[in-house]
Nanobody, 123 residues
Framework: VQLQASGGGLVQAGDSLRLSCAAS????????VGWFRQVPEKEREFVAA????????YYADSVEGRFTISRDNAKNTVFLQMNNLRPEDTALYSC?????????????????WGRGTQVTVSS
């Protein structure tokens, strides 16, 4: 399966963005999907994840209450609604599919990393 993130941009603090993660391949709807972000010279960090049927979602403490993850399996797409953005949210955002069972917070459990989309939040 191939994943492609889109929807990033340059916004001001307090603004909103909606990222999309579009997938090709028949296994998408049976996989949990996660969003991650990375800034230069730092490790990739977990942002949010959603189970295959969308019944369970998980968030990093830093985005809880501001970001919302959702999915539309009919369209093979996972979304990340980001509200009240802060300068510290600036990063390259990527999505990936869970490939190994276990905690969805663990980056190493994911594969099919797509090209990310840059989010820049100015103060």
């Amino acid at each position: 399966v191939q994943l492609q993130a889109s929807g990033g941009g340059l916004v001001q603090a307090g603004d909103s963005l909606r990222l999309s993660c579009a997938a090709s391949g028949r296994t998408f709807s049976s996989s949990a999907v996660g969003w991650f972000r990375q800034v230069p010279e730092k490790e990739r960090e977990f942002v949010a994840a959603i189970t295959s049927n969308g019944n369970y979602v998980y968030y990093a403490d830093s985005v809880e209450g501001r970001f919302t993850i959702s999915r539309d399996n009919a369209k093979n797409t996972v979304f990340l609604q980001m509200n009240n953005l802060r300068p510290e949210d600036t990063a390259l955002y990527s999505c990936a599919r869970q490939a190994r069972s276990g905690s969805l917070y663990d980056t190493f459990r994911y594969d099919s990393w797509g090209r990310g989309t840059q989010v820049t939040v100015s103060s």
